[in-house]
T-cell receptor, first 112, second 112 residues
Framework: GAGVSQSPRYKVAKRGQDVALRCDPISGHVSLFWYQQALGQGPEFLTYFQNEAQLDKSGLPSDRFFAERPEGSVSTLKIQRTQQEDSAVYLC??????????FGSGTRLTVV | KQEVTQIPAALSVPEGENLVLNCSFT??????LQWFRQDPGKGLTSLLL?????REQTSGRLNASLDKSSGRSTLYIAASQPGDSATYLC???????????FGSGTRLLVRP
């Protein structure tokens, strides 16, 4: 597609529920990134993939967060046993090189 | 640890005014710095990228400067328009590693 597509756009989860957020990067983009943006804050790095390899997951807040990109294209960010502090916008970005990022519109997760 | 700060947090100006947004960072050993625009409910759009060896970049009514030694960057917007209303974020890349470190942004409102 023309841009990075994320789904769903909005997700309301009850505390303790598991959620899965999807990212469709631009076709051919090798690199894929996940960021978490809390209300009124800048995005914070979560994890980075180069093709199917997860090269850095140092930003994942806890072991409840898990990301995968099994075929080197679509990626899924999974959050288990959601908690209120997980409420944020989750942004996905892809790039062909390290300077040229295209961000998706994000998934707004609200945990109630 | 690199910290990125943006001042002011919010700014309201009348249409036509020239304005300056500020970004400061604590570790001057950056690889590059980018300015992004974020509209409500949308992803981030890259506006200008300044490599560490550069002093400024220009695109249309936008001009970004970089002073690595003092740890500062400014985004100058000339002849502001209501369509410029958005949140402006600066982000630094420390080592071409893909991991951007963002400030909290400046929310700009340009009044007609």
């Amino acid at each position: 597609g023309a841009g990075v597509s994320q789904s769903p756009r909005y997700k309301v989860a009850k505390r303790g529920q598991d959620v899965a957020l999807r990212c469709d990067p631009i076709s051919g983009h090798v690199s894929l990134f996940w960021y978490q943006q809390a209300l009124g804050q800048g995005p914070e790095f979560l994890t980075y993939f180069q093709n199917e390899a997860q090269l850095d997951k140092s930003g994942l807040p806890s072991d409840r967060f898990f990301a995968e990109r099994p075929e080197g294209s679509v990626s899924t960010l999974k959050i288990q046993r959601t908690q209120q502090e997980d409420s944020a916008v989750y942004l996905c970005a892809s790039s062909l090189n390290s300077d040229d990022y295209t961000f998706g519109s994000g998934t707004r997760l609200t945990v109630v | 640890k690199q910290e990125v700060t943006q001042i002011p947090a919010a700014l309201s100006v009348p249409e036509g005014e020239n304005l300056v947004l500020n970004c400061s960072f604590t570790d001057s050993a950056i690889y590059n710095l980018q300015w992004f625009r974020q509209d409500p409910g949308k992803g981030l759009t890259s506006l200008l990228l300044i490599q560490s060896s550069q002093r400024e970049q220009t695109s249309g009514r936008l001009n970004a400067s970089l002073d690595k030694s003092s740890g500062r960057s400014t985004l100058y917007i000339a002849a502001s328009q209501p369509g410029d209303s958005a949140t402006y974020l600066c982000a630094v890349d420390m080592d071409s590693s893909y991991k951007l470190i963002f400030g909290s942004g400046t929310r700009l409102l340009v009044r007609p």
